[in-house]
Structure formats: C-alpha cells, structure tokens
C-alpha cells in the first residue's frame, strides 16, 4: 500500500522564547492508503494539533508533513488553500455547515470552489447525499437537520472534493449513541468499499473499537501506535 | 454560488441589513435632493442674472468703466441694433443710457444709477416689466416718467405719481436737475439692486445729457447659453472698436456663486457619503466578527482569499444596491414635483433670499447624468468600505478562527 500521509519530526512549539510547550513533539508517522486511524490521547494530548498540521491548516514549528510526495509546510499560502481543496477532506466535531446553505448546496459547494461542471456536481451530490442517508434531505438548511444529520452532511462534503484523505476531529463528540454509530458504519464502509483514507482524533471508546489503527498520543508524542 | 452566500447572509440578520439599506436608501435620497436644489438655486440665479440684470452679451465703448459719470458712449446705435439682431442665436436687444447721480425727493435724497430704457426693447430682452409691482411700465404719455424700486420707494414713501428730481452730469459736465413722475414701482429679486436703480425712457434721458442717436450700453439676450461664446465671437467681429462681454465676464460673482454651490453640494454629498461608509463598515465588521469560524470553515475547505474578498464585497454591494434605487426613486419622485411646482423657500427663509440676488420659490434641477455621478458615488463608497472588512476577514488564520 502506497503511502499516503508522513511526517517528519514535526513539533509544534507555543511561546518557544519563554515557557515552551510542545504540543506536538517530534512526531514520525506514515500513513498509508485506507487506513482507518483513530488518534486517541488526554485532552491537550496534541491530537487536534496534530490533525491541523497535516490538514496544513496550522503551521509547524519543525518539521515536515509529506502528503502524496508534497511538503505542505513548504507551500506558500494559496497554494496551500489550493492544495487542501484538493486533497483533504475535514469533517468539524461542531459540524460547521455554511448555514445559509441547504444540504445538496454544502456539499456542491467544495466543488464549485474546484470548478466542477454542473452535470458532475449533481450527479455527484444525489450519490453523496444518498450513501449517507440524506437523499431525503438535500433541500434542508442544516439548522433544519439533527447533529448526527448534519455530521453525515460534513462527511459527504469532505467526500465530495474527491480528497486523498479525511481528517475528523472528535466526529462523533456531539451525537448521541445512535447517530454516533451510524456515523462510524457510514465512514467504515466508505473505507471499506472506496478504500477511503481516515484519520479522526477521538475520546470516544466506541470510535477507538472501530479503528484499525490506534495511534495513542501522550504530551505531544506518540507513546503507542497499533495496528489491529 | 458566492453571489448566493452573499445574498443569503444579507438577510441572516434581516433588522440590522434593512437598518443599513434604509440608511443608503436615505443618504442616496438626501444627495440626490440637495445636489438638485444647490443646482435649481443656480439655475435660478443664472436665470435671473441673464433675464434682469446683465443678459447674455454686452457691449459698451472701450473706454467705458463703471464709474461712469462721464462715460463715453457707442454711436449709430439703432444702425448696430439693427445688424446685432441678424446675428445666429439672438433673441432680442435693447440700448441703455446712464447716467449716475441723485435723486431727492420731499423727505430725503439718494444716490441712485439712472438708466435710460427703450421699454419695448427692454421687455424683450429683461423682465423689468413684469416686475412692475404698483403702477404701469412706461403706458403713460407724459414726458420724464420714471420706474422706482420698491426698496427705494418705500424708503421715500414714494408712491406712483409722486414727483422726484434727478440731478446729474451731462456730457459737458454740466449739471442738471429734472423733474420725473413715479410711473411704476417694481421689485425684483435683487433687493440690493432695487434700492439703487431707476429707470426713465431713453429718450427722455438722452435728450437731457445731450446725446442723440447714442448709448452707453447694448445688451443682448440670446435663445440659450449655449450661443454666448460663439454670439460673443460674432459680434465682436462686426464691431471691432466696441468691447463685447459675456455674462461671466461683465458679473464674474455669478459664475463664482454657481461654481461655490456646486461646490457645497458636493461637500454635503461627501458627508453623507462618509456617514453611509460608517455605517456599511460598522455593519460589515459585526458580520465578519460574528462568522469568524464561518469564514474559517469556508478558509479550511479551500477557499482562496480572492474568492473570500469577492463574497464579503458582493455582500456589501448587495447591501447598498438593495437600498440606492429605493433612494434615488424618492429622489426623482422629490425633484420632479418640485421641479414642476417649485419649493417656496420663504416658508423658512422669509424674503431674505431676494437680498442675495436669488428667487424665493426654487425649482430643484438634477439632469440623469448627475444622478449617475451620484449613484456611482455610492457604490465606489460602498466598494471602499468593504475593503476594510475584507481585509479584516483575510487575515484570520483558520485554524483560529475555526475555535472561534
């Protein structure tokens, strides 16, 4: 299997002329293609530190992150915008849907950014929508839809820029049991059938069980990394 | 899409985009409003310039100066009338006799410009007659009728009939008194001027000075302003040795008045517009503030920052294109009324407008190319403003201000 994300001894340091505190400290990963990764740790572990820097959303202090071959830290900043519209999906533990913008139109919106054409889009949004269970709801405005609605609409919007990889923060923090778990068979399956590349940082234990891969993270650094 | 995030955000906070909107509606309206009335204030002025004190084109001897006790005069003037009326553009012209001196009568005396008039001439080319405000405009048959201003006359308790003598320099220096009968009493809209001039028939004054087929002053009214420079330029050819003068050069404060107007209209247009950039940039800040982690999402998903600068600049836009032709549909409504039935500005001026050569009642004139000028105004304005918001919104990080 190819790989899909590494990084390079990459820290991320806060008030390095003062009283330094490692967020994220020499961390060296790989992540290969379909891996179904939970990143799990204590809060101020440095798991969301460490998914905004792959996601290039957040700049390191040191450090490399190499996605498809590519050092994102090296990338000037709208090719980096550029970049991550291409290549990486994010999924917000607060869903962060445009809320102006209905469900079909959340989700056709990442695709106008990469100047899809129309047809495609449709075509695109209706299969999106449909494989996460919202075919019903594509005219909703997300306040009009329920958490575990809205993170399904977050997932088929990180789906719909046909990125390498998707990055979730906590997904699953603020659904009740029932949507958490149709959230988790949704993402599992699209791993499974579309050999979709996940990363998700995670409290949750029936996350955790789901995983594939569980990379423990301990003051910034990896203190366990398992494969099941 | 843009363009429908943009639009759908106006109206996430429906109050507070219809506060701004009826605020642009409003500035755009009172612009518009007083741009015109500045204008229809100097049209009218101009108006009254050209129509009772100095018409279009003048001409006088070279050697003639204002302090014309012993001015000199033009010569062959009904011959020079004659050809002036042939020329392109002009609309009528009459020759004028002055002389200056006092007028006295039972209860006090006065310095006063004394013009001899050609009244059939005159009404064509001035509004003198219609001004006529007690008695009539030269009708009676008796020699040394006089017209009086109503300034003068009520300062005198002259009344039509009453009996004043003239006391002037003829040509030869000598001095004479006349006695002249109060034909008509008039008012004009220069009260300043009405308190200073008199006016006799030609004849009358002519025969007094001396003088015969002779003038110190031929004023010429063309059929628009238009003809002015080219009239000028005419006649001037067919009269070599006779200094010819525009409007603007014979009352150069008329010009400056019109230009000083413009000029404080568009002072107000500036406030107005700086009040409406306040208030767009107030609003477009409290939105950025309130969608920061929005605008993070939408960083994070791959917007690039001109498409971001273009969303907050078409919700801008947006704001003010909703509410200027609401604006500037008042505003035509507004000025095409008063233009037809006029604003009486003595409701909250009284007659004081008249001691500034200006009429009491204005006609508010704004031709459509002003109201283009005014409405791009405003968007320019609108497009500035964002700026600051814009910028205000590309520099959030969005790892920030997804934690907002």
Known sequence: ?228 | MIFTIAWRNVWRHRVRSLVIMTSVALGVWAGLTLNSLYIGMGNERLKIAIENEVSHIQLHHPDYAREFTQAPVMNNIQTALNQIETVEGVKAVCARTMAMGMLATATGSAGVQITGIQPPNESRVTQLQTKIKEGTFFTASKPNSLLIGAKLAKKFKIKPRSKVILTFQDASNELISAAFWVEGIYQTYNTALDEVMVYVNQPDLNKLLNLTDQAHEIAVLLQSDDFTASGKNKIATLFPDVKVQTWKEISPDTELIIATMTQASMVFVIIILLAISFGIINTMLMAILERTREIGVLMSLGMNKLKLFTMILTETLLLVLVGCPVGVFIAWLLITYLSENGLDMSVFAGESMGDFGFSNIIYPDLLPAQYVQIIMLVLITALISSVFPAVRALSLKPVEAIRA
């Not at chain 1, 806060?14 to 009283?19: A, E, M, Q, R, V």
């Not at chain 1, 139109?105 to 990469?114: A, P």
């Not at chain 1, 499974?192 to 998700?200: A, G, P, Q, S």
């Open chain 1, 1 to 228: 299997m190819s790989i899909v994300i590494e990084t390079q001894n990459l820290s991320k340091v806060y008030n390095p002329d003062t009283i330094p505190v490692y967020a994220v400290n020499q961390v060296n990963l790989k992540i290969q293609r379909g891996e179904f990764t939970a990143l799990v740790g204590p809060s101020g572990s440095g798991k969301t530190t460490l998914l905004n820097l792959i996601g290039g959303l957040d700049k390191p202090s040191s450090g490399k992150v190499i996605i498809n071959g590519t050092d994102i830290t090296q990338l000037r900043p709208n090719k980096l915008i550029d970049f991550r519209l291409h290549n990486i999906g994010f999924v917000f533990q607060s869903f962060n849907l445009i809320p102006v913008l209905t469900a079909r139109e959340n989700v056709e919106f990442i695709m106008l950014l990469q100047n899809v054409p129309a047809a495609e889009r449709n075509k695109r949004v209706e299969t999106l929508l449909q494989h996460v269970g919202l075919g019903d709801k594509m005219n909703a405005r997300p306040a009009q839809l329920s958490g575990g609605q809205q993170q399904r609409v977050a997932v088929a919007r990180a789906l719909a820029s046909k990125p390498q990889f998707i990055l979730a923060d906590e997904p699953t923090a603020n659904l009740d049991s029932a949507a958490a778990a149709n959230l988790l068979d949704i993402m599992a399956a699209l791993n499974r059938e579309e050999n979709m590349t996940f990363i998700f940082s995670t409290h949750d234990q029936r996350v955790i069980d789901r995983a594939l891969r569980v990379i423990t993270l301990v003051d910034g650094k990896v203190e366990s990394d398992i494969r099941r």
